[in-house]
């Protein structure tokens, strides 16, 4: 069973900035596609962004362009999230996934990670 653990949340003022970690133990995360996905109080599980095996295709979701950046160090074995420019609404529960299958943002992964929460507020 593949398994991604995450790390990095917490509370941040609004416009401030947090970075995201997805880090596997027992496979290589590079032989996966990775996506992030986040789940606010009451609403649905969202997508945020995705990356490719390769790290070469990088997709978001338009509430986030501009500000999120996804990335790959297959040194580390870990996915970062660089989430800038945060606002309130970005507030949820993060979630790393893992699965075999090409980058999309529908939250239908294979391998779910247990979340970390972000919180902005001021």
């Known amino acids: 069973q593949v398994q991604v653990v995450e790390s990095g949340g917490g509370l941040v003022q609004p416009g401030g900035s947090l970075r995201l970690s997805c880090a596997a133990s027992?496979?290589?995360?590079?032989?996966?596609?990775i996506g992030w996905f986040r789940q606010a109080p009451g609403k649905e599980r969202e997508g945020v962004s995705c990356?490719?095996?390769?790290?070469?295709?990088?997709y978001y979701a338009d509430s986030v362009k501009g500000r999120f950046t996804i990335s790959r160090d297959n040194a580390k074995n870990t996915v970062y999230l660089q989430m800038n420019s945060l606002k309130p609404e970005d507030t949820a529960v993060y979630y790393c996934?893992?699965?075999?299958?090409?980058?999309?943002?529908?939250?239908?992964?294979?391998?779910w990670g247990q979340g970390t929460q972000v919180t902005v507020s001021s």
């Open positions: 027992r496979f290589t995360l590079n032989s996966y596609t």
């Open positions: 996934a893992a699965d075999f299958f090409g980058c999309r943002l529908r939250p239908d992964f294979r391998s």
């Open positions: 990356i490719s095996k390769t790290g070469v295709g990088t």
